[in-house]
């Protein structure tokens, strides 16, 4: 498949919405499902959606690590089709396969044997302990199920197939979205399974997304996978995926990190952080479907030689993205403000958490602007040139030395309300912005892997 590259404003725009748009409009259906489910979830009680949430946490430190993994796998066959040599990527598709199950396996054992024992390490508080532990057990599945998805769904968007992904990830969502209305709460007459169902009927959609991909699979050379790994191969994932994953483990790792901290601060505060980040969800997979497409332009560009081109298209990317991202932030953190005045929304939030929920959300849309820019340098540009170590080492020590510190004392020592304390955990991105920039204007990012 042959790219262009932008040379103005106007066809990156084009090549965005020609790679991106399948991939953020998945994105956006998951987000949206996401808060759907979540509402669901949440008419079982402040309990059930906390321990939901907690464990989705847990969950999204794997699936990152998943995301690195495939992320790398993702940068190998773009720039092998950049050089016109996609039948070599066979082996390292393969390791990177059994790589994912060998990471997943695990959690589905403790999932399945000590689910109470791991919901205990999530939360002090009882009920929502019991309803975390019931959540693990009956979502052991999904961990190696997600495995294998994120892995065949990069490998086709690397190549430049996003629609495959898309109508995969799209069936998916519609069968999870039926089957969580039909069994969490029983309507229609069907039997009432609360949290295992949301847990069950993810498990499923992941099952049949695979099943999908897998067929559209067949005509290509990935199908034809090679019965034997090479060292090379290992070799090959182990460089471009182990830096991503370990990237992934301490970011997401953060993260979940500072969801035990507000779990610390109270059911309710728990409960409405958990409730408003699938909306902001929703934005965000409009820059996750940008940023993949800037990786895969990115990637093919560098595998084909261009690096000059390539540099001056990132730097274009990134001023656009970063720019629009902070005014659509502004603007819906200023529509959310107006219906909570207003009372637009009343009725649909529950009455304790309402002002909570909306507030902190306003202070995540403020915030849209920096981590979408953060976003597209992150997985569009610094990926697609494989420089992989700078951005594990970036994003773990302004996590770890930053984030983190400052949420555990604005939550548990200064007792700042959530939205204060979400602003402090989204000062990092404010600070990462002018580190991503100079990163992105040296062109010390490319780095053309050994094809």
């Known amino acids: 498949m042959s790219l262009k590259l932008p040379t103005t404003n106007r066809e990156a725009y084009q090549v965005l919405w020609r790679l991106g748009a399948p991939v953020a409009l998945q994105s956006l259906l998951a987000a949206t499902a996401g808060f759907v489910d979540t509402l669901m979830v949440s008419g079982l009680g402040a309990a059930a959606l ?40 066979r082996g390292p598709v393969t390791m990177a396969l059994c790589l994912g199950l060998l990471l997943t396996l695990p959690m589905s054992a ?45 490998c086709l968007r690397s ?115 958990n409730l408003v980040l699938p909306i902001e969800g929703i934005l965000i997979s409009l820059v996750g479907g940008c940023g993949v497409a800037t990786g895969i332009l990115l990637g093919h560009a560098i595998g084909a030689g261009q690096h000059q ?26 529509i959310v403000q107006l219906l909570r005045f207003s009372g637009g929304l009343h009725g649909l939030l529950p009455n304790e958490l309402n002002d909570l929920s909306l507030n902190t959300l306003s202070v995540l849309f403020l915030a849209f602007g920096a981590r979408a820019h953060n976003g597209i340098v992150s997985v569009g540009i610094l990926r697609s040139g494989n420089d992989s170590r700078w951005l594990m080492w970036t994003d773990t020590c302004s996590m770890w030395l930053l984030n983190v510190p400052l949420v555990a004392c604005a939550a548990l020592i200064l007792k700042w309300p959530l939205p204060a304390v979400v602003a402090v955990m989204m000062s990092e991105e404010v600070f990462k912005v002018a580190v991503f920039r100079w990163r992105v204007r040296s062109g010390r990012w490319i780095k053309t892997l050994k094809i």
């Open 110 to 154: 403790v999932s399945l044997l000590w689910p109470h024992e791991l919901a205990g390490l999530l939360s002090p508080d009882a009920p929502v302990v019991e309803a975390a532990s019931l959540f693990l057990f009956w979502s052991a599945a999904y961990a190696p199920l997600s495995a294998v998805t994120l892995i065949l769904s990069a």
């Open 309 to 334: 081109a390539a540099r001056e298209s990132a730097e274009r990317i990134r001023k656009l993205i970063g720019q629009r991202a902070l005014l659509v932030g502004i603007f819906a953190a200023g």
């Open 50 to 89: 906390g321990g939901v949430g907690l464990v989705s946490r847990v969950l999204f430190v794997l699936t990152m690590v998943l995301v690195g993994l495939s992320s790398g796998t993702g940068v190998l066959v773009a720039q092998y089709s950049g050089a016109d040599r996609r039948r070599a990527v």
């Open 159 to 273: 190549s430049g197939d996003t629609r495959t992904p898309m109508v995969a990830g799209i069936v998916g969502l519609i069968v999870n979205t039926l089957l969580n209305f039909l069994f969490i709460n029983g309507h229609f007459g069907f039997p009432a399974f609360g949290i295992a169902a949301a847990a069950v009927a993810t498990s499923v959609a992941r099952l049949i997304e695979i099943i999908l991909l897998v067929r559209a699979l067949k005509p290509g050379p990935i199908a034809r996978l090679p019965n034997a790994l090479r060292s090379r191969d290992i070799g090959l994932i182990l460089h471009g995926t182990g830096p991503l994953m370990l990237k992934e483990i301490a970011w997401a790792g953060g993260i979940l990190a500072s969801s035990v901290i507000i779990s610390h601060m109270g059911a309710a505060p728990l409960a409405a952080f």
